[in-house]
């Protein structure tokens, strides 16, 4: 179950409210790199853990932190838009190129949909999505999900930083940065506990079963062998430690397919080879009537 | 440039189609785990490449082993549906419950759509979504997001590989597993190329500018301080080696969010404190004429 | 079935072409506040209609009169755009800031996916949903969803009322606010005529059914106890006439929860006490061979 | 800032795990009438307001009494979830029809995807979208958002009590029916608050702006006024009252539409009148070189 | 403007309600392939038409007749849908299996969302999506986005037709059938019309802007020469009149590109040879103070 | 399979980067008019080709060279940004209206998301949608599917080359608009190849099954018959050469559909004709004990 207080984890202050850093704020909400993301994931991961009860615990402690993130993050939207609507009536009763100028860089829907208000979308105003929330069942696999929105997310969050210069955002931003530092390290700390044997994931799979023929290759599809791709991962012990690294032309061994016409009844064209039941027609009119 | 040879580049064998299993193997196509999401992925991360030629050569190697993915887990699904709508039409003439079977864990539109191809969505049927292609300009950041869809892009396979006893099929994804097990060892390579100063991503935000009180601690929302979510995460030199983990009980240092009433122009109701401007009316009758 | 003569219902006339206003207009078109959702909602409500005739024949009725309000919003995007593009050549010729200001507050796919043409999408071209359509088989929450719909729908026309200072469009915008009035009350007036006994909807469920305990009582989660959350909720006969309004503070009552290990096919860690099967890889190559 | 204990606000039970109804649970977490929606709907309808602070308290309040119903129907489809791939697989080792059976009915992605976890998606396994979330900026349009969402989100989980018979899960949907009772009540409490000048929403656009000849007219569209489409929206006072109902047969007054051709830089067919610019090429090759 | 007289176009009768073919049917409302779609992209047209008035004229006339062909299919998905849930009801009281063959290839949401009511979605309760609607601002873009709609969808017909052997919906779908065979010719004729200097479209670019080296060249990918890709398109003039079609090996001619390293702002890794600024850390500062 | 060699097929050269020229590009990148989707789509055509081999090669050959064109606008993306976050930061030191002007017309994605790179996205933002790749199973269909593709395509290429006076640009886009003047050619080549018999598509369904009377009918719906749609499509031998056009008023023929009362289980309200079952309660409590 979950609890408020109504006040903020941080200060959220806005010295000079600027309704296009307030769209741009909305990729911390809305969008992939943003809060609800991490906060649905952390939390899906809490409620759908199985195993050791310590790391449910710990995803709950920071799907519920995420929340307040995502509560700082949409009262900066709102103080950002604060008198805006008014300045842009002003404008509006001007000439059409400073409208336009006002216009643009805005989210429009900051005023048509949301009266001033933060939304669940992107900076683009496309929608936050669900399909972005991973919990796969597999705790490696989550925690590498989760560093990867921790680290997409600080540089987000660096980005937005260079984008203003209103102390009171940067100074927001400076904590939310700091929070994304913490968690980049925190998942990586469940995987360093996790220990050597974790890859490659899942490591619950007989590793026996796997082609292991093309387990460990760099397999090469360059047209001409022009490439300069040779790195740590062409030579030397594989990063998981079981197997050797090796770099390989890319063959076809596979042939050409060779697929059946299609069946009568999903109607390709005759051309393709698909022939019509010669008494189709009467078996038809046998049902009809 | 890109070029084809038309093979396959493993064996892909059907023993007996199962257009339920065709089903499933949307999921590895066009799921957010998938081969079209990876291919592009790695394609765009390959074509946005700012930095040492050596990393946008190996992505755009292994983004074009991807499109051979995606085309044998389609000649999959297509395998896997021939003969198919016959059947379901020879079950259709037959009882009810037999048909409601039948079509039961089949993707309709593999049928109605697709005239027994494959297509580019997941197993609900539910469209590939350019949002999951993840290409941030950090290449470490890039990394996480590659291992993360190697990892679950192997549990995915993995699991596939558990619900089919046709042979065919678990021999495709047995070279299929092994792929992904040599793309998460690649993409960690990276990584460790990278060295040890990789992290917190990006590296390249000076670290003292972020909030350094909270960079380093585990957060508690715990309301009760009655949590097992004590670990690595909490004690110790941080995984970056940047700072020590410690461990804090969540206080809102924020204060209450006060914002101010709606302007008039976003139409708030009157009780919000939204006044209508008295002579609101007459200027606008002045405009209308 | 239905018809058409090809005439406005109303005036559309555009003083002054304004393409950063056919960018807001569109939210009315494809929005979710917009004409398509109330349309295909209330057609679809008709549809569907179960119960007396009356209301599939009033259900139709309005939602035919909305396909003449997209239409009269599409002509006003196509007039606000005419000219644009030839304007924006000329502005492309100049300093590139112009041509910023100049793209600004624009939808750039009006020009280049419509030809100066209305599409169906929202002001920032998120295309129109299906899932905003709701007809759920129940006439109550179907009458909510509409008064809902016509309020936000109201809401937004009075916005864009006040973004133009065309006033053709205003006198456009006074016709579609005045039938939001309409509509906002004659589901209102349906609500009224289901009488008292509308709520909690369903209706027809057994009220002894659900958790009497909990059907009236606000649950505070505050935690501590520190809210202004008291009004008309908190105390005295609750609005359905069939409860005592309580104010109560949140206590977990369920427990925690406890979920068994994932099953050894679904391929979590071995960390989460997955445990590989023993003879597993032996049972697999009997199938292979 | 947000806070949890773990817990669950009411008992989760599963006497006999049930993946079909694990699939059916999921339009509850994370369809348009689920808790995710909700849930998101009153935290940022309580982020965004402005006016009296007891809407945004009591706003916040019940959005995160709802984080605990996610949380209870997450645990629910978590259970109802387990045995369930073990079973699939030895279902796998028999005949094809029963499997087919087997299938039906289930989400693959339970498996394929959450690894016997809940998602955020819906029945059908599309994903929670954003657009759902409403915050109007104004409180009534909020508020009929509000009833709307309990309306609709109470009729499904009635519809989900029919289709098990689970003593668990019906105890648990029983819980999750009278809140719902509640949470109706609350916000028609908070309407009946806002008192009788409530409507037309919004209350701060002077009325007499709006075109006030058809602001009370049922408009019909039947083409030859066979309709039954007549009852309390056809006469009498109007609900706001601030009207009378009249019924009025539609009439185009609005003349026929009439565009300009398309400019010639958006390439209309040369047919609807488009004429290329004789010396373009010219001008195009200057620039060119 | 439009009208209604609620009566069916064309009869909908169901002999025997079948919820796994309500489930099919609506492909046809509300898939890529259906009618919401083709509904909404000739009535956009229409309303968008820039040119001869008799095309503006018939595309509304279509348009108009796809509104009835929507309200056939919701009337057929309704009347699939009697009686099911009591059905359903008295199976769940039954054995797991039979519970699950009879949920198996039924659209849950057609109860938990419908209550056994049509929706704006395909057969996967995938929702309608506005990008579907093309209105290109080109007539001869347009017709032919409009052929392929009916080809599309005369070929999802027919498979419909094909899975049900329910004599009263085969009877419907024989009429949509010839509806559709009309229309694929309605826009032929169009294209007809338009006359033998319709393609390349746009037919109002200069050709000889466009590099026309290769206008007319089938170009060849294949890694080996190894292609049996030669056709119509490969000899003898092109279709359109204007060139003649030759087969050329690709060449890359655009060498390799080249990009500069990330900017500063952008924070990408310093390994990408992003280098922090040396006295940033002071500049920030000046800014929070 | 498939192989690279990192070239671009045609020369890429922005003289003077735009960062709102960027953001244009990516409707052929990610549009629904763009690259993406034409290289899956004749991709997806080929791997589920059935019939000839030589189209299953042809439309091999040209997805393949599509690859390369989204190669080449994403190298053209990138290249438009380059320097564009500098100056972005500049600006954002100056007055407010310039920053505006600056971010308007821009994605902000582009930095946020992207670091100045391409993204799998439309001109708005808007993320590819796998739904829009066809594939039929129908090659006629699929043919008209592809002309219509390259038909949106080219009038989006003409409008870019409209809006850039970039020579670099401009010789880009002549390069794409050629290759998709052979492209238009190509698809129609194959139904010129087809022969006479393709249409109505699919040709394999017996014409004497579809509802002949309508087959070759314009359907006139206009309330008045003042219309001006008569044109090739209303007289004389259908384009498929199997029908005569005629004109015909539109008479609804079905009657008026009627529905039952929902079923108890689906809870619409009792005004609708649903009655509580009057021992349901008993029964119920017989489960929950």
Same mark, same amino acid.
């Given at each position: 179950m979950f609890y408020h207080d109504?006040?903020?984890?941080y200060n959220v202050r806005v010295d000079k409210p600027n309704p296009q850093f307030a769209k741009l704020l909305q990729q911390a909400i809305g969008?992939? @790199?943003g809060e609800i993301r991490v906060c649905l994931q952390y939390l899906f991961q809490a409620w759908n853990s199985r195993g050791p009860q310590k790391y449910r615990d710990m995803l709950m402690e920071t799907g519920t932190e995420e929340i307040a993130h995502i509560e700082m993050l949409a009262t900066a939207v709102c103080l950002n838009l604060e008198g805006s609507s008014s300045a842009l009536k002003d404008e509006m009763a001007k000439a059409n190129p400073m409208v336009e100028a006002v216009m643009g860089?805005?989210?429009?829907r900051h005023i048509l949909s949301g009266g001033l208000g933060a939304m669940?979308?992107?900076?683009?105003g496309v929608p936050f999505n669900g /399909?972005?929330?991973? /919990? /796969?069942?597999n705790i490696a696999a989550d925690m590498h999900a989760n560093v990867m929105a921790e680290a997409t997310g600080r540089v987000l969050a660096t980005r937005l930083y260079e984008m203003t210069d209103d102390s009171g955002m940067k100074d927001m931003l400076a904590f939310l940065i700091a929070r994304d530092t913490m968690h980049q390290n925190q998942w990586m700390a469940v995987l360093e506990e996790l220990?050597?044997? *974790?890859?490659?994931?899942?490591?619950?799979?007989? /590793?026996?079963?796997?082609? @292991?023929?093309?387990?460990?290759s760099f397999i090469s599809t360059s047209v001409d062998g022009n *490439?300069?791709?040779?790195?740590?991962? *062409?030579?030397? *012990?594989s990063i998981d430690g079981k197997g050797i690294f090796t770099f390989e032309k890319a063959v076809p061994t596979g042939g050409m397919p060779s697929l059946a016409p299609?069946?009568? @009844?999903?109607?390709?064209?005759? @051309?393709?080879g698909v022939k019509p039941d010669a008494d189709f027609f009467d078996k038809v009119k046998d049902i009809i009537g």
């Amino acid at each position: 179950m979950f609890y408020h207080d109504g006040k903020l984890q941080y200060n959220v202050r806005v010295d000079k409210p600027n309704p296009q850093f307030a769209k741009l704020l909305q990729q911390a909400i809305g969008g992939i @790199e943003g809060e609800i993301r991490v906060c649905l994931q952390y939390l899906f991961q809490a409620w759908n853990s199985r195993g050791p009860q310590k790391y449910r615990d710990m995803l709950m402690e920071t799907g519920t932190e995420e929340i307040a993130h995502i509560e700082m993050l949409a009262t900066a939207v709102c103080l950002n838009l604060e008198g805006s609507s008014s300045a842009l009536k002003d404008e509006m009763a001007k000439a059409n190129p400073m409208v336009e100028a006002v216009m643009g860089g805005r989210d429009p829907r900051h005023i048509l949909s949301g009266g001033l208000g933060a939304m669940a979308t992107d900076a683009n105003g496309v929608p936050f999505n669900g /399909s972005w929330v991973v /919990s /796969s069942g597999n705790i490696a696999a989550d925690m590498h999900a989760n560093v990867m929105a921790e680290a997409t997310g600080r540089v987000l969050a660096t980005r937005l930083y260079e984008m203003t210069d209103d102390s009171g955002m940067k100074d927001m931003l400076a904590f939310l940065i700091a929070r994304d530092t913490m968690h980049q390290n925190q998942w990586m700390a469940v995987l360093e506990e996790l220990g050597p044997d *974790t890859h490659p994931i899942p490591n619950s799979f007989p /590793s026996n079963l796997q082609n @292991e023929n093309v387990a460990y290759s760099f397999i090469s599809t360059s047209v001409d062998g022009n *490439t300069n791709a040779r790195g740590r991962w *062409t030579e030397g *012990t594989s990063i998981d430690g079981k197997g050797i690294f090796t770099f390989e032309k890319a063959v076809p061994t596979g042939g050409m397919p060779s697929l059946a016409p299609g069946d009568k @009844e999903v109607h390709g064209q005759i @051309e393709q080879g698909v022939k019509p039941d010669a008494d189709f027609f009467d078996k038809v009119k046998d049902i009809i009537g």
